[in-house]
Structures are given as C-alpha cells and as structure tokens.
C-alpha cells in the first residue's frame, strides 16, 4: 500500500513543488503520483510549443507608458528554431535592418523579451518583469524600445545590443520548461554586447515566476546588476551576486511579497 501519509519527508512538500515524499505501492509509484508525472511532462511539451502573445506583451508595455519594436531571429519556425538553435542566436536581416535604422543616441540599455523555451512564461511575467525593472533604474539613463523577440535564444542579445550600440542587453526569455515548473522566466544581462561573447560574459537571474523568484523581488535584484555593471564596465564571472540587494528592496516590494 502506499506510504505517503507517514513519509519522513512529506512535511517538506509544502515548501516545493520538487517531487519528493511520492510514497510506493508495492515496488512502484502510487498512481497518482504517476499521472502527476505524466500531467507535468505533458505540460512541459506544450509550453515548448505555446505561441508567443506579442500584442498582448507589447499591449501591457503600452499601459505602462513603454514603446516596443517587434524583431525575429532567423529561424523561420517552431521547428526550425528547436532543430537549429544557432538560428535563434542569429538576427534575421530584416531585424537588423530595422534596428540600425533607429538612429539617434546609442541606448544604454536595451531589454529584449525573447520566446525561447517556455512562450507561456513571456505571456505571464515578462512584461510585469521589464517595467518593474525600469521603474527601478536611474531617470538618465537612454532606454531603448523593448524588442520584442520571436524564434529567440539567449544570444540573440548579442547581434541586438551590437546593431543598436547598446551599452547593456537585458534578456528576459522562457527557460526551458521542467517537470515541476513550465512557466519559469529567465533573465539574462549582458554589457558591451556583441557577437561573439559567451555565457561568462553574462549574469543570469532564474525561476523568476509565482512560485520561485517573484517578479518585484527579481527586477530589485536586475536593476542592481545593470546600476553595477554600468558603473564598473562589465558583466559576467567578475560581477558577483549582491546578497543585500533583495535585503535593500523597497519595503513596499517586500510587504506585497508577504503571505497573506
């Protein structure tokens, strides 16, 4: 019979949604931990497959008083992009003619809203995420429209940054869904982008989402890694993580953070 009841672990299951405390039944899974598995591989594949609301995102940035531009990588469909995942690294030529067509004053920083893995992460956090964040950031600083990112992989920021000038690329993009987590947004930054730089050259914030990394508590967290790599010149392994910067987040932040 199944043991989950009295599982020395099971207390735990209250604080993750990790698969631990499943029980057994006799040398197995109880079945309702086995159609839990099965609902979650499930809705990880369609995650990988959701299409990327770029109305509704570039809608809600409007609200919020932010103008956004619409690019795309060079993978010309879903299938493309997850057979060749060097095409969603690659700005297509279209894109790149717009972005150098912007003209005026290099930006200081571009935030790019990319599909990747997970669209159903983008469609619920990213545009939350990017205004949160800059709300956060100093008034001067020269902020370019939101790019809003179809067939993208991380580096994409790249070629992006590198067309616009951009001192700094802000990455927000659907992680790779998981067994326990479909929905989880990633955020990656990158100072003097170009083509070419690596994942050491990055600083990356994860499992922003509900039930990991809530969305006000991240964008403290990235407004203090871009305000640090802007004044020290660089991103990547040499700027280390501040532990006091969720500490220091407005207690406003912190309070809508608080269980009720």
Known sequence: MADTPDHPLAILRRHTAARIALGRHGAGLPTSAHLDFAEAHAKARDAVHAGFDED????????????????????????SYLRRPDLGRSLSGPS?????????????????????LSAHAVNTYASETALAILALLPGDWRIAPVLLATGARVALSDPIGEALGAGLVLMLIGERPGLSAAD?????????????????????????????????????????????????????????????????????????????
């Not at 509704?56 to 299938?79: N, T, W």
């Not at 922003?208 to 890694?225: D, E, M, N, S």
């Open 56 to 79: 509704a995102i570039a809608r809600r940035l409007s609200e919020g008083g932010v103008a956004s531009l619409a690019v795309s990588s060079q993978a010309d469909g879903r299938a």
């Open 96 to 116: 790149r003619q717009a972005l150098t067509g912007l003209g005026g004053p290099a930006p200081d920083l571009c935030v790019v809203i990319g599909d990747g």
């Open 184 to 260: 989880s947004l990633g955020a990656y930054i990158t100072h003097s982008p170009r083509i070419g730089r690596t994942d050491a050259d990055r600083n990356c914030v994860s499992n922003i989402r509900a039930g990991g990394l809530a969305p006000p508590l991240a964008a403290v967290k990235l407004a203090g890694f871009l305000t640090r790599s802007r004044a020290l010149g660089f991103s990547g392994v040499r700027l280390k993580d501040d532990e006091g910067l969720i500490e220091a987040a407005p207690e406003a932040v912190l309070l809508s953070e608080r269980p009720v």
